[in-house]
C-alpha cells in the first residue's frame, strides 16, 4: 500500500512524501536504524504511558520514523497555504490548504503505522486511509471502525466493548502521546508546522472521546421499529 503525498507551494518548490505500509501487518516498511536524531532515543521526552524500557528499545519507533518527514518541513510555517495531492491505490486527492492541515494527514498515518503499542487501536483506519479528513470525517471513522472490531470480537467469542470504554481510555493515552512528540518537535525545530500538525491531531483526539461521552441516540441515525426488516 503506497500513499504518495506531493506537495507544492507557492513559488514553485514541491515536496513528495511516499508512505509505504505493508498491506498485511498495517505496519510502515521497516527503517534501519542509523542516522537518526537524538530526540527519537526512546528517553528523550518518553511519554508516561510508554510500555517499552531504551534497554531493548533504543529509539521510540513513533519518532523514529517520523524524523525524516519532519525534517523535511523544519524550515516551513504551519500557515503556508499549498497545493497537495494525494496519490492512493484506490484513487487520487486534490486539495488547496494550509500545510499545517497536509502534514496532520501525513503524520496522523505515519503514527498510526509506526508500531508504538499506544497507537495499535487505530491501526486499522490506515487501510482505509481518508487524506485531509474532517473532524466529522474522523470522529465517524474512529467510532464506525471500532465497533466494526467489536463485532468481529463477539463473532470470536471474545468480550465486545459496546460501550467505547477502551477507546476512550486509548484516547486519553494517545493524548499524552501527542503532547510528548509536541515537546520532542518542540526542542529541534524552530518553525511550527510539525508542531501544529500533531496539535490538530489531539484535538481530533479530544473531540472523539467528548462525541462518546456527550453523544445521545437521534431520529436521523436510528429506525423506528415500524422501519426495521
Avoid at 505500509?21 to 521497516?30: G, T, V
Avoid at 536504524?33 to 529509539?59: Q, R, T
Avoid at 503505522?113 to 483506519?125: A, D, E, Q, R
Wanted: aromatic share 10%; with cysteine; net charge neutral.
Amino acid at each position: 500500500m503506497l500513499y504518495k503525498y506531493i506537495i507544492n507551494f507557492e513559488g514553485g518548490e514541491e515536496k513528495t512524501v511516499s508512505i509505504e505500509i505493508d498491506p498485511s501487518s498495517l505496519n510502515l516498511q521497516p527503517r534501519q536504524e542509523a542516522g537518526f536524531p537524538d530526540w527519537a532515543l526512546l528517553d528523550c521526552c518518553k511519554c508516561s504511558v510508554c510500555p517499552y524500557d531504551s534497554a531493548e528499545h533504543k529509539y521510540c519507533p513513533l519518532a523514529m520514523n517520523l524524523a525524516e518527514v519532519t525534517k523535511m518541513f523544519r524550515d516551513k510555517a504551519s500557515t503556508e497555504v499549498v497545493d497537495a495531492r494525494v496519490v492512493s491505490p484506490q484513487r487520487e486527492y486534490f486539495k488547496k490548504t494550509s500545510l499545517q492541515n497536509v502534514l496532520s494527514s501525513i503524520i496522523g498515518l505515519y503514527m498510526v503505522t509506526s508500531g508504538c503499542p499506544v497507537m495499535n487501536i487505530l491501526k486499522p483506519m490506515a487501510r482505509h486511509h481518508l487524506p485531509f479528513s474532517s473532524l466529522d470525517e474522523t470522529i465517524y471513522r474512529s467510532m464506525s471502525s471500532y465497533l466494526l472490531q467489536q463485532y468481529f470480537r463477539k463473532r470470536l467469542g471474545l468480550e465486545p466493548d459496546w460501550e467505547f470504554k477502551k477507546l476512550t481510555r486509548a484516547y486519553e493515552d494517545i493524548g499524552v502521546l501527542n503532547l510528548a512528540i509536541v515537546e520532542r518537535l518542540s526542542k529541534t525545530y524552530a518553525k511550527d508546522a510539525n508542531n501544529n500538525a500533531v496539535i490538530i491531531l489531539d484535538v481530533f483526539a479530544k473531540m472523539v472521546t467528548m462525541t462518546i461521552d456527550q453523544s445521545r441516540p437521534t431520529k436521523e441515525y436510528i429506525l423506528s421499529e415500524k422501519d426495521r426488516p
